[in-house]
């Protein structure tokens, strides 16, 4: 009995690639991991000056019943000015208003920032 499925051709064909196309990919490939593990090592240590997570949050939770409102008009700056990291905003957001209200701040940051922008 022959439990094999039909035949599919998906048109993958990988023999036409050449050597350097494959290089190329694996050049790219590198050095996107390589700034995803950039970016995940600044968010504890203080790789950017005053970006790191517990910078955040002294700011924050030093102005008062003001820092919802400095919260959201740094993310969205941070948006409108690229390239800032928002990694460490919404992990700040996140320890110092609860998942919930820090996630809603965020969502609304990002929201304000990309209409800036655009």
């Known amino acids: ?3 094999h499925g039909p035949d599919i051709d998906f048109g993958l064909e990988f023999a036409h690639l050449n050597r350097g196309a ?3 990919l694996i050049a ?3 050095i996107v991991v390589a700034l995803a593990g950039l970016l995940i090592v600044a968010q504890f240590v203080d790789v950017i000056p005053g970006l790191s997570t517990g910078a955040i949050r002294r700011t924050i939770d030093a102005s008062g019943p003001w820092g919802p409102v400095l919260f959201l008009a740094v993310l969205a700056g941070s948006i ?8 460490p905003f919404f992990i700040a957001a996140g320890l110092v208003w609860g998942s919930w209200f820090g ?4 969502l609304l940051g ?3 920032g990309s209409l800036l922008a655009f």
């Open 1 to 3: 009995m022959n439990f």
């Open 22 to 24: 494959v290089v190329g």
């Open 28 to 30: 790219i490939a590198s």
């Open 80 to 87: 409108v000015f690229a390239p800032v990291p928002n990694t």
């Open 103 to 106: 996630s809603l701040l965020s």
């Open 110 to 112: 990002l929201a304000i």
